[in-house]
């Protein structure tokens, strides 16, 4: 079993900046890939970031790409989503996840979430 918990979500003006933290308990951090999604209400959840168990790749939504930057340290068993140029667009409840060893971009393809953590983005 791995257990996330987000922190770092907020309130936030536009053009403003927020990092989002996911702490991992559990099964060894290194051994999973980890990614970031966002819903708002009666929407899919929407893939924002992703990462691999090494840090070394990472991929991103169309809507965030040169915005928000995916990171991790394995020595902390924690992931970061830095978040830059925020728009009202980026107002939703984040939530990191977790899978075994490949990174995807798909939102059923991970095993582990968080229980969330809500970005509100004003204009």
């Known amino acids: 079993q791995v257990q996330l918990v987000e922190s770092g979500g907020g309130l936030v003006q536009a053009g403003g900046s927020l990092r989002l933290s996911c702490a991992s308990s559990?099964?060894?951090?290194?051994?999973?890939?980890m990614g970031w999604f966002r819903q708002v209400p009666g929407k899919e959840r929407e893939f924002v970031a992703a990462i691999s168990r090494n840090g070394t790749i990472a991929d991103y939504g169309d809507s965030v790409k040169g915005r928000f930057t995916i990171s991790r340290d394995n020595a902390k068993d924690t992931g970061y989503l830095q978040m830059e140029g925020l728009k009202p667009e980026d107002t939703a409840v984040y939530y990191c996840?977790?899978?075994?060893?490949?990174?995807?971009?798909?939102?059923?393809?991970?095993?582990?979430w968080g229980q969330g953590t809500q970005v509100t983005v004003s204009s």
């Open positions: 559990g099964r060894s951090f290194r051994d999973y890939a």
């Open positions: 996840a977790a899978r075994f060893m490949i990174m995807k971009s798909t939102a059923s393809q991970y095993r582990y």
